[in-house]
């Protein structure tokens, strides 16, 4: 699926669970440190959104999504996580 249409769900890689909603809306909770932040997400393109927090940073990534794997790719091409789709 295109990235567009394949993020929305909730993904978790290791103890980091990220939560993809439809309205624009994301969630990031780490289990270990047990912390959440929130913020919105945009896409600039087909494979790249910019996520801004509630902190109002702002951090852009590049997307490989297929039907159980979402790969988040920081802008200097350094893996930020690859997650695996919850059922």
């Known amino acids: 699926p295109a990235p567009q ?3 929305v769900g909730t993904w978790v890689a290791g103890s980091q669970v990220v939560e993809i909603k439809e309205d624009g809306n994301i969630i990031f909770t780490d289990q270990l ?3 959440s932040s929130t913020g919105s997400y945009r896409f600039m393109d ?3 959104i910019k996520v801004t927090f509630a902190d109002s940073s702002s951090e852009e ?3 490989s999504v297929s039907a159980n794997k979402l790969t988040v790719t920081r802008a200097d091409g350094t893996i930020f996580a690859k997650y695996s ?3």
């Open 5 to 7: 249409e394949g993020i």
């Open 33 to 35: 440190k047990e912390q």
């Open 61 to 63: 990534f590049k997307l």
């Open 46 to 48: 087909d494979k790249r």
């Open 85 to 87: 789709r919850v059922k």
